[in-house]
């Protein structure tokens, strides 16, 4: 089995790179090519990867290419990981949208447009480069902002599936919570991507018994204080929304948080340094402990459990992902990008069934639904007046005024990724 991976030079590839040697049972790789421009940075995390694969036992042959074309040749899956624009881009996503009064993040409002313009139609070419070579491939995609990059090459005829790891995330949290198996828990998760509720918890699959309420009533302080959310917020919800949630339900106070320190981007951008220079070391057999601080975490569980699925191994028969909400929420189109609880298998994955939304959650789900649209269409076809549609729909942004002024500072910080500037 070959398996590929874009942007293979992110200091997020040895979490990968440890979920493939540990969980080789499931997914046995035979070749791994990791793939990225920055040929420097590449061999430095190739290196740390062999080492890796070589301290677990794993036999698989590790290969880094600057070619994607070469790279993706014969390939049975493709995971995307990329960042248009580097850590310099995302500085500016997280700081430009302040000066207009708006949260400035790098997946979500007017931070997480500028992200969906510059990466759209860079992951739309390398997928057609993929067809081209090896029409068979899946495609995982792991690039933000992932509901819209997924719809795009999902309405493009790719073979996708989208991925996140906030779900993984919870449900490792909550089966810690709880002193049961994750495997035993099962999230009644729905929405979009980073737009996400968990409104049960069940024990043994979709059928089991729901212990959100127990969950809740004795560790609710513990997940209000992962969330920075009240926890009276969360006993008034009975349900446990994703921490990105808080840009929407408290964005006052995250925007007067955000003015007063570093952004997230600037931290990175150190402990990126920081790892670069320890990937470097010849010593270094295993994944440090300061990429646990780096984000996406589970990310490699996850990433093996839904390749394994979509190659026919033996991956889990539910995972959250995103894909095409095909009638399962009814407020929705069909071709809109859902985040839920699917079936996995060869052909795919198809949603579970899911109960009614609350009007509280619909209403919003709908709304950013909406915004995905414009967003979509403004990476697709670019312009100003595209721009400004989907800053004004979404609701962060919301008011004219915010809306020109984002839309003037999203094409200034931005020029040299849009081609149609």
Not at 201 to 216: A, C, D, F, I, M
Not at 300 to 320: F, I, K, N, R, T
Not at 339 to 365: N, R
């Amino acid at each position: 089995m070959k398996l590929a991976v874009v942007g293979g030079g992110s200091t997020y590839t040895p979490e990968l790179i440890d979920g493939f040697a540990r969980l080789r049972d499931t997914l046995p790789i035979t070749e791994l090519v990791l793939v990225d421009p920055a040929a420097e940075r590449l061999e430095l995390v190739g290196g740390l990867a062999r080492r890796i694969f070589a301290r677990q036992d794993h036999d698989g042959k590790i290969v880094t290419t600057t070619d994607l074309d070469a790279g993706v040749e014969g390939a049975d899956a493709v995971l995307l990981q990329l960042r248009v624009g580097g850590q310099a881009a995302r500085e500016q996503d997280e700081t430009w949208p302040l000066e207009c009064g708006c949260v400035g993040q790098e997946t979500t409002g007017a931070g997480g447009l500028a992200k969906a313009l510059r990466t759209v139609p860079v992951v739309l070419d390398i997928a057609e480069r993929v067809r081209r070579t090896n029409p068979d491939a899946w495609i995982i995609d792991f690039t933000n902002p992932v509901g819209i990059v997924t719809r795009a090459l999902l309405q493009a005829g790719h073979k996708a599936v989208g991925l996140c790891n906030v779900a993984i995330g919870f449900q490792r949290k909550f089966a810690k919570l709880l002193g049961v198996a994750p495997s035993d828990v099962h999230l009644d998760h729905v929405g979009l991507n980073h737009l996400t509720w968990e409104r049960a918890v069940r024990l043994g699959g979709p059928e089991g018994e729901n212990v959100l309420p127990r969950l809740l009533a004795e560790h609710g302080d513990a997940v209000a204080d992962d969330l920075r959310l009240p926890r009276p917020v969360l006993d008034r919800l009975g349900v446990v929304p994703s921490y990105y949630l808080r840009y929407f339900y408290a964005h006052d106070e995250v925007v007067r948080e955000l003015g007063t320190k570093p952004s997230r981007a600037a931290e990175v951008a150190a402990m990126e340094r920081e790892l670069l220079e320890m990937y470097g070391d010849p010593a270094l057999d295993e994944k440090p402990a300061l990429l646990a601080k780096r984000g996406g975490a589970f990310y490699s569980e996850a990433a093996v459990d839904l390749a394994a699925s979509l190659l026919g191994g033996g991956g889990s028969p539910y995972q959250v992902v995103n894909t095409y909400n095909n009638g399962t929420l009814p407020f929705l189109p069909d071709d809109a990008v859902i985040e839920t609880q699917a079936a996995v298998g060869a052909g795919g994955a198809t949603p579970l069934p899911v109960a009614p939304v609350d009007p509280l959650y619909a209403g919003l789900i709908a709304n950013v639904t909406a915004y995905e649209d414009l967003a979509l269409e403004a990476a697709l076809r670019g312009g100003r007046d595209r721009v400004f549609k989907a800053l004004l729909a979404h609701p962060l942004v919301g008011q004219y005024t915010y809306a020109d002024g984002l839309t003037d500072r999203l094409i200034a910080h931005n020029r040299e990724h849009l081609a149609w500037v």
